[in-house]
């Protein structure tokens, strides 16, 4: 089957010298949720303005359903629709019409691009702002509306670069949502985020890249099974003056009624639960330390654990 | 993109940038009109009466066309420049750039909001111009033939502008400083066979001055150089203008990295 997105051995460096990407190659399969992830500067945004040639490559390959973009502009193009990172619509220009603009520049007539724009504006509950000035609008509408536009031409292939930086998080989970039932939909989509919890919950493949490198390109599956240890926040009833001593388990004292457990993958925790009320501890509450997700990413790109995947 | 999405596409831009103008036609419409009214006053009714006739007409009448067409150059430069220069700012030139719209549809979308706004502005100058002097027209097809070559040529000369433009002082810079003097040297205000030899001479550099005395033509039926010379050297520019245009947007100076 063709990928939705074929990259190969892709190079980008910018006038001035600096290296951005150097030799990145994955796939993402049609209907994948794929993650892009990486601290900043790691060249995520590179990837995403070369393929949307928004920045011209240095060298390497890119396929859009079976076309490059640069040969094959006309194609490729209108199979792509992006939310950028940064509100990059006409703030002076009304919230329909940044939409129905959009549609009429893949060539959709007029009319069916303003019934396209209120489906859009519809779903992202827009419409009611429709006649509004794009820059009298909120943080997180502005953001809705960027999701709205990219999908006036209803694209095969939707990228969407931290598309919930700064918003709620109620309007976060909607729009997870929303990004979950256009997948489901048979739409691929491409996430970069510095939310990792939002990686976690909604890509079924993810791919790290830092310092313009490929370091990880699995299943999130995969890449969470990786992890070899997790620390939970224990809440217990009864204050503790010093950590219970717990065999197998290290367990310490974060506050009187707080206890912090590390826990080796495949450790049952309700063994952690026996040993810890036999010693008359009764735990209300639990939850996890950190983000899984987040744990192995920091261990990846900080502590060493960078290791390049063949291209 | 077929021939049809193509057009729809232009359609797209040219529209958006119709309405962009439109929009804020106090800022953009208006001022034109006031200013060139205020011409009309000073040079025409004022001052012309003290210079007598103008290459055998009534000096409002020698100074309409001209004034006509300076407003439609500023006009469809201003449009382009500012709306192409905005739209790299906020980055919503982003919009056509991943789009499967080609180079030439986005260039000739921008051309048609500078046409139209100059126009807009040329047709409501027109108009003012009525209130001061009646209407002569001597050829219609060179009228609007020649106003709408000049609009393309400036339109065209906004967005190269507007490419190269890294602040909202570089939009300015080129009006200031060589579009106004140009206007104003290029025969609106007298006939260049008043000057010296030299300075006669060196006029005929000026491009401006072949669409100005075209434009006069139409309206007068006299001008100072030949029709062909005018309408050459209009389309000339528009080509050249036209080819670097194009090179530019292929090539993302000043868009994509």
């Given at each position: 089957m063709t990928p939705a997105l074929s990259i190969r051995d892709l190079k980008k460096t910018y006038q001035g010298g600096h290296v951005a990407l150097k030799g990145v190659?994955?796939?993402?399969?049609?209907?994948?949720?794929?993650?892009?992830?990486?601290?900043?500067?790691?060249?995520?945004?590179?990837?995403?303005?070369?393929?949307?040639?928004?920045?011209?490559?240095?060298?390497?390959?890119?396929?859009?359903?079976?076309?490059?973009?640069?040969?094959e502009p006309s194609v490729a193009k209108a199979y792509l629709g992006l939310v950028p990172q940064e509100f990059n619509f006409n703030m002076f220009e009304p919230v329909e019409e940044v939409v129905s603009n959009q549609a009429g520049y893949y060539g959709i007539p007029r009319d069916e691009a303003r019934r396209r724009a209120e489906l859009c504006l519809k779903q992202l509950d827009l419409w009611d702002k429709r006649r509004m000035m794009s820059r009298n609008l909120s943080g997180g509408m502005k953001r809705r509306l960027m999701i709205a536009r990219a999908l006036a031409h209803q694209p095969r292939l939707l990228i969407l670069d931290e598309p919930t930086a700064g918003v709620d998080i109620e309007i976060r989970r909607s729009?997870?949502?929303?990004?979950?039932?256009?997948?489901?939909?048979?739409?691929?989509?491409?996430?970069?985020?510095?939310?990792?919890?939002?990686?976690?919950?909604?890509?079924?493949?993810?791919?790290?890249?830092?310092?313009?490198?490929?370091?990880?390109?699995?299943?999130?599956?995969?890449?969470?099974?990786?992890?070899?240890?997790?620390?939970?926040?224990?809440?217990?009833?009864?204050?503790?003056?010093?950590?219970?001593?717990?065999?197998?388990?290290?367990?310490?004292?974060?506050d009187p009624n707080t206890l912090e457990a590390e826990i080796c993958r495949g450790e049952s925790i309700n063994d952690l639960f026996n040993e810890l009320s036999g010693r008359g501890v009764r735990v209300l509450s639990m939850r996890n330390k950190t983000n899984r997700l987040e744990e192995l990413f920091m261990n990846l790109v900080e502590n060493g654990g960078r290791q390049k995947v063949p291209a | 993109m077929n021939t049809h999405g193509k057009l729809i596409a232009l359609q797209a831009i040219a529209t958006k940038e119709i309405r962009r103008f439109m929009r804020i036609w106090v800022q953009t419409v208006l001022p034109p009109v006031i200013t060139t009214a205020l011409y009309f006053i000073i040079f025409g009714n004022l001052i012309g009466p003290r210079i007598g006739s103008m290459e055998g007409h009534r000096y409002m009448e020698f100074i309409i066309p001209g004034l006509i067409m300076m407003a439609v150059i500023t006009n469809s430069y201003a449009n382009v420049v500012s709306s192409f220069y905005g739209s790299k700012f906020q980055?919503?030139?982003?919009e056509m750039l991943i789009s499967p719209v080609p180079n030439y549809v986005i260039l000739l979308g921008y051309i048609a909001g500078g046409v139209a706004r100059g126009l807009t502005v040329g047709t409501a100058v027109t108009l003012v111009s009525l209130a001061f002097n009646p209407l002569h027209i001597h050829n219609l097809p060179v009228i609007i033939s020649m106003v709408v070559l000049t609009s393309i040529l400036f339109s065209l000369a906004g967005l190269i502008n507007g490419v190269y433009a890294n602040s909202f002082d570089d939009i300015s810079i080129i009006p200031t400083f060589v579009l106004t003097p140009l206007t104003y040297l290029g025969g609106i205000f007298?006939?260049?066979?008043?000057?010296?030899?030299?300075?006669?001479?060196?006029?005929?550099?000026?491009?401006i001055l072949y669409m100005v005395n075209a434009f006069r033509y139409g309206f007068l039926?006299?001008?100072?150089?030949?029709?062909?010379?005018?309408?050459?050297?209009?389309?000339?520019?528009?080509?050249?203008?036209?080819?670097?245009?194009?090179?530019?947007?292929?090539t993302g100076k000043g868009i994509r990295t």
């Open positions: 190659s994955f796939d993402v399969a049609p209907g994948d949720f794929f993650g892009l992830l990486g601290p900043n500067g790691a060249g995520k945004t590179t990837i995403i303005g070369i393929i949307t040639s928004l920045v011209n490559r240095s060298s390497g390959a890119v396929s859009i359903f079976g076309h490059d973009p640069a040969l729009m997870w949502k929303f990004l979950r039932e256009i997948n489901d939909a048979g739409t691929t989509i491409i996430l970069t985020t510095h939310y990792l919890e939002e990686a976690e919950s909604l890509c079924r493949n993810i791919a790290i890249i830092d310092e313009g490198e490929l370091i990880r390109n699995t299943s999130t599956r995969q890449l969470l099974n990786t992890l070899h240890m997790e620390t939970f926040i224990l809440d217990i009833e009864t204050p503790l003056e010093a950590a219970p001593g717990v065999e197998r388990y290290t367990v310490r004292l974060v | 980055r919503h030139i982003e007298y006939s260049i066979s008043l000057l010296p030899d030299f300075w006669h001479s060196v006029s005929l550099v000026n491009p039926g006299i001008s100072d150089i030949s029709l062909t010379t005018s309408y050459a050297i209009s389309i000339g520019f528009i080509v050249v203008l036209y080819v670097f245009s194009l090179y530019l947007l292929r």
